[in-house]
T-cell receptor
C-alpha cells in the first residue's frame, strides 16, 4: 500500500539553528500534504496544508515565517523550522492525501522528533 | 469541521471486546467518520471509515446509528499490542477531491492489560 516517509526521524540541534524535515510519498503522487505538530500527551495539531506548486495554507496561529513549507514536487514536501528555539521542540508529523478515487485513506509518516537545546 | 468527543481513556484486558464511542453532534451530510490508531512516537495509522450503519474490516467494526451523531469503534479480542491512542475524525471522505484536512480531537488512550 501507499507509504509516506519522513526524514530525519530524530534531530537534536542548538538554539538558533534552522532544521529541515522532509516528507515523501513513496509510491503515489501527492498534490496535497499536511503538517502536524504533537506535544507530549496531546493530540495532533494541524499546522499547514502543503500544495504542490503553490503556497502553503497555514492554520490560525501558526507563524508562516517560522515554519517554511515547500512542496516543490508531487512526492516531496519540506518543513523548515527557522531559528529554532526550545519551545519549538516537538514531534512533527506529515501526511499525504492519496489521489482522488484511489480508495486510499490519508497516510501519515512516522514523525520527526525535534529537540532544541 | 465537526467536533468530536471521546472518552479520554479506557482500560481493558486481553481477549476482551473493546467499544469506543465518539460523539459528533454537528456532523454534516457529506461527512464520513474515520478512525485512526497511534502508537507512541509513530504517526497515526488508518483503521476504518464509514458513513452509516455498519462497516467491518479485518481489524475492527464501526457502528453508526441512523442519526449519525455518534459512532462506535469495536475492537474484537484485544491484545497487549492494541494499547494505543484511538482518534475519531469526521470529515469528507478520502474518495472525494475535497477530502484531506483532518482535525484531530483528544483521542482515547486505550490500555490493554494481561
Amino acid at each position: 500500500g501507499a507509504v509516506v516517509s519522513q526524514h530525519p526521524s530524530w534531530v537534536i540541534c542548538k538554539s538558533g539553528t534552522s532544521v529541515k524535515i522532509e516528507c515523501r510519498s513513496l509510491d503515489f503522487q501527492a498534490t496535497t500534504m499536511f503538517w502536524y505538530r504533537q506535544f507530549p500527551k496531546q493530540s495532533l495539531m494541524l499546522m499547514a496544508t502543503s500544495n504542490e506548486g503553490s503556497k502553503a495554507t497555514y492554520e490560525q496561529g501558526v507563524e508562516k515565517d517560522k515554519f517554511l513549507i515547500n512542496h516543490a514536487s508531487l512526492t516531496l514536501s519540506t518543513l523548515t523550522v527557522t531559528s529554532a528555539h526550545p519551545e519549538d521542540s516537538s514531534f512533527y508529523i506529515c501526511s499525504a492525501r492519496a489521489p482522488t478515487g484511489s480508495n486510499q485513506p490519508q497516510h501519515f509518516g512516522d514523525g520527526t522528533r525535534l529537540s532544541i537545546l | 469541521l465537526a467536533k468530536t468527543t471521546q472518552p479520554i481513556s479506557m482500560d481493558s484486558y486481553e481477549g476482551q471486546e473493546v467499544n469506543i464511542t465518539c460523539s459528533h453532534n454537528n456532523i454534516a451530510t457529506n461527512d464520513y467518520i474515520t478512525w485512526y490508531q497511534q502508537f507512541p512516537s509513530q504517526g497515526p495509522r488508518f483503521i476504518i471509515q464509514g458513513y452509516k450503519t455498519k462497516v467491518t474490516n479485518e481489524v475492527a467494526s464501526l457502528f453508526i446509528p441512523a442519526d449519525r451523531k455518534s459512532s462506535t469503534l469495536s475492537l474484537p479480542r484485544v491484545s497487549l499490542s492494541d494499547t494505543a491512542v484511538y482518534y475519531c475524525l469526521v470529515g469528507v471522505t478520502f474518495l472525494s477531491n475535497q477530502g484531506g484536512k483532518l482535525i484531530f480531537g483528544q483521542g482515547t488512550e486505550l490500555s490493554v492489560k494481561p
